[in-house]
């Protein structure tokens, strides 16, 4: 398949439902449909998250680490789709698997996701993805997710 260029905020919000401080995923610089999807979290100090994890000593939680490893799952399966969030469709996590985490994330890092598409079944997406910074693997994780029609 064909890449597709960058995907910029303002599409990603026309994309995702997330919105502040829940949107995690600050640009895409890869899309292949149907295969992967690289994207940028740029995390900086005055995340709300900070305040409380840890005052003296700031690391990103694990679990929002995984949840923008998530959207960037879901902005794959929304551009292979050619759907939006405003659409009736929604992509749901179902699972998450093999989770590991190497490195603690902390202000000022740059992490870039990647979302791949492993299979799909009986409407059920697997994918297998990972978050670097720099060189460093900082994290890796499988997600499922499935299309559901409405809104929760």
Do not use: W
Not at 3 to 9: E, N, R
């Amino acid at each position: 398949m064909e890449q597709s260029p960058t995907i910029d905020i303002r599409e990603i919000l026309s994309i995702l439902p997330h919105r502040y401080p829940f949107l995690l995923v600050d640009r895409v610089i890869e899309c292949v449909p149907f295969e992967s999807l690289k994207a940028i979290k740029n995390v900086t100090y005055n995340e709300p998250f900070f305040t409380g994890h840890f005052p003296e000593k700031p690391i990103m939680p694990g679990v929002i680490l995984l949840e923008a490893m998530a959207q960037a799952t879901g902005l794959l399966a929304f551009k292979s789709h050619n759907a939006r969030s405003s659409s009736n469709s929604m992509y749901y996590l179902v699972g998450v698997d093999k989770a590991r985490f190497k490195r603690p994330v902390v202000p000022g890092d740059q992490v870039i996701l990647t979302a791949y598409l492993k299979r799909t079944i009986r409407g059920i997406y697997k994918f297998e993805t990972t978050a670097h910074v720099g060189e460093d693997l900082v994290a890796t994780a499988e997600f499922m997710t499935t299309e559901m029609e409405g809104r929760a």
